[in-house]
């Protein structure tokens, strides 16, 4: 997740610590969000998923728009069963906006929008969230001197508040406050047909200042299997984050046949400026028990951490006649960056080719295949420049001695930080950059003017992984006893498990290295992708599924999707009992997904939407705890938790919503009035969301369900 990347025309806005972008995206203002998981464009270099948002363009007359829902009290129901709580329960809910669009002069149109949303919920301890907000004042400005040359202005300024789950379910009542800044613009020449090039040059700045109404008490109790690991907790929330990207875009005028050549280039600065961090005590909890104590100190200086992406790309899209091409391009990706005091920062060159054909098997046929290729190499995030940051955390790991009369030792020592010590933790100088490759064919089916879709298998392999290691600790440092896991007979019996235990003789040698991952680098997975769609006068039908597996290295124990997934700093190289069956199924593999989506116009000015989802269980592994009830030796370091087979082995229960809109629209004059009521998870579906994953004899009761119906009200007035 945190190599999703976000586009706003040809701008990359998202944030420099990855993940999430420059803006909470409202509707309002928005006209389309393309999501792309494949087949991605040469100058959007995403190994995963890349969002392209387009803004709303002014209209050649004005319009403006008003809007408001709600939803609270009676329209948000009770659970179908109390059997678990809900993960989340809707309070309630707000929204209001004005959307206008208009002309200027002639030559000048606005589209613009300010909007206010808020709402809050119940976690699954019944504890109360605080409340999330966005206030949000967008903008498109756009000049037309002419036909053929436009300059548009795109600017937000955006107000947000979040709750801080991890907070919450340790009883704490903490919201982050994000304010964001952005100013994009994009001067376009459009040359004539066969005769001149077509020209875009653009520049962007971007502003987030965050801040946290509270920060963490000095002291408090985290459980491990709902928070994840520790030291994705103490993040002290205030941060300023600053990205600026200047570029260029040219490609030749389109044609039949023929070459069509384009070419780019574009250079983006990040920085990132964080408070100082945590100092405090954090209490480890593992299925309720007390497994060690985690020490943060904090050096009071303020990291800050900054990178430079240089990028540039040719291609030529070879025409062989209508519906016939092929598209060959290559790409440099260059990122550049460290933090301020280390010693070591990430340098990474890239070359990253693409190419693609689609073939049309007749010209009055319904069908295209399609067949491609590329490379794609992770973004730099700032956040793994912590590592070798003197001004990062940095922690003393106490666990309870398992020795009467003898006191708590230290039993490790923690970063990113350094501690004041250069050798405590590093970045490896020659740090391999993940690439990933990707293979994607094909068959697109036009059947009549009004039904198309598109059949598309794609695999993908990631490589060249990195992870932080332990390298004051090698194996070597911990003693071997074993665990069993019992299993019914159907199940295989029992099985022993591995547990490392640490040699006090080791205790607080750690030292800690960025670098490749050694002889588990790598990561694949395939996904068959079905996309139709249907205009059948008052019906339109959308549907979509997919069929997925992963196989890659979790990093840190866990089904969350900071534990079970890649590219975080996570425990695998760094505790050998997080390495057991680390690989296996992803946070992410659904395996099979189903979603059907319909709008039916009835007369008289009504409508009824309905998008009806299914979705396979989330992928975990069952995890043994040591020590546990049938187990008696407590490792040196603490509590662990051992998978008891590979990761992402089993699932959760599939989830499945129904969501529906009824509107009903009346004109007055030049004035439209829109009423519609929103229904979520309309049947009140309880199915599990999540399971208790701990060997023993609760393994596998039902902890959370879905969140119950939720019904909203809303009015639209156009004029």
């Known amino acids: 997740w945190q190599q999703t990347q976000f586009f706003v025309g040809d701008v990359n806005v998202t944030m420099p610590n990855g993940g999430t972008p420059f803006f909470f995206p409202t509707l309002l203002f928005w006209n389309r969000a393309d999501v792309a998981a494949a087949l991605m464009p040469v100058d959007r270099n995403a190994p995963g998923l890349a969002i392209a948002m387009d803004p709303m363009r002014p209209g050649s007359s004005w319009v403006r728009v008003i809007e408001g829902s709600g939803s609270g009290g009676g329209l948000v129901g009770k659970p179908s069963t109390n059997i678990a709580p809900p993960i989340e329960t809707l309070r309630n809910a707000s929204h209001a906006g004005l959307f206008v669009s208009g002309p200027l002069s002639p030559r000048v149109g606005l589209a613009a929008a300010v909007d206010w949303s808020g709402s809050s919920q119940f976690e699954r301890n019944a504890a109360a969230q605080p409340d999330g907000q966005a206030a949000s004042v967008f903008s498109n400005l756009v ?11 795109v600017g937000w300024v955006q107000r947000t508040q979040s709750p801080l789950l991890e907070a919450t379910l340790t009883g704490a009542s903490i ?31 971007s502003d987030a200042e965050g801040s946290r109404d509270h920060q963490l008490p000095a002291a408090f109790a985290a459980e491990r299997l709902l928070v994840g690991p520790v030291p994705t907790l103490v993040d002290s929330g205030d941060q300023t984050s600053r990205q600026w990207t200047a570029g260029v875009r040219w490609a030749s005028a389109p044609r039949e046949r023929g070459h069509m050549l384009q070419a780019g280039a574009d250079v983006t600065g990040a920085t990132t400026r964080s408070g100082p961090g945590y100092s405090g005590s954090i209490t480890e909890l593992v299925d309720g028990k007390a497994a060690r104590m985690w020490q943060y100190s904090s050096s009071g200086v303020e990291p800050h951490r900054h990178a430079t992406f240089a990028n540039a790309f040719v291609g030529d899209r070879i025409g062989f006649g209508a519906g016939r091409s092929a598209d060959l391009s290559v790409a440099y990706d260059g990122a550049f960056g460290s933090a301020d005091g280390a010693t070591t920062g990430i340098s990474w060159n890239s070359v990253l080719p693409r190419l693609s054909l689609r073939w049309k098997q007749g010209a009055d046929s319904h069908f295209t295949w399609l067949a491609a290729y590329r490379r794609a190499a992770d973004r730099l995030t700032l956040d793994t420049l912590a590592v070798g940051d003197p001004a990062a955390p940095t922690a003393a790991v106490v666990a309870p001695s398992t020795v009467p009369g003898r006191l708590p030792a230290i039993v490790m020592r923690v970063g990113p930080g350094t501690g004041g010590d250069p050798n405590f933790s590093a970045i490896d100088p020659s740090l391999a950059r993940p690439t990933t490759d990707e293979v994607a ?29 332990d390298i004051g600790a090698p194996l070597s440092s911990y003693s071997l006893f074993t665990v069993t896991d019992g299993r019914p007979a159907a199940d295989g019996g029992d099985v022993q498990l591995p547990v490392y235990n640490r040699l006090p003789a080791t205790f607080a040698a750690d030292r800690y290295l960025l670098t490749t991952r050694a002889g588990d680098d790598t990561a694949k997975g395939a996904a068959l992708v079905l996309n139709s769609e249907a205009n059948l ?7 979509n599924a997919t069929a997925s597996i992963t196989d890659g290295p979790g990093e840190s124990r866990g089904f969350r999707v900071d534990e079970n997934n890649l590219g975080a700093l996570g425990e695998a190289s760094i505790d050998p009992n997080a390495a057991t069956d680390a690989r296996g199924r992803l946070f992410y593999d659904r395996a099979f997904t189903l979603k059907l989506s319909g709008v039916y116009r009835f007369g008289g000015g009504v409508t009824l939407g309905v998008i009806a989802r299914y979705q396979d269980g989330q992928p975990f592994s069952r995890l043994t705890l040591v020590p546990g009830s049938t187990t008696t030796q407590q490792p040196n370091q603490g509590i662990e938790l051992i998978r008891a087979y590979e990761a992402g082995d089993a699932r959760f229960m599939y989830t499945g919503t129904l969501d529906v809109r009824l509107q009903k629209q009346m004109t007055f004059g030049a004035t439209a009035l829109d009423l519609f009521v929103d229904a979520y998870n309309l049947p ?11 060997t023993g004899p609760g393994f596998r009761d039902i902890t959370a369900i879905q969140p119950p119906v939720s019904v909203h009200i809303g009015a639209r007035i156009h004029f």
């Open 143 to 153: 000049f037309r001197q002419n036909d053929r040359n436009e300059l548009r202005l």
């Open 175 to 205: 919201a982050d406050q994000t304010t964001f800044g952005h100013l994009q613009a994009t001067w376009e020449h459009q040359g004539s047909a066969r005769l001149q090039p077509s020209v875009r040059v653009f520049a962007a700045y």
């Open 441 to 469: 064919v094909g068959i697109e089916a036009q059947l009549t003017k009004n039904v198309r879709g598109r059949i598309t298998a794609v695999g993908k392999e990631v490589r060249h992984l990195y992870d932080l290691a």
């Open 537 to 543: 006068k008052r019906l339109t039908l959308m549907f």
């Open 684 to 694: 009140n579906m309880g199915n599990e969301v999540e399971e208790r994953i701990v």
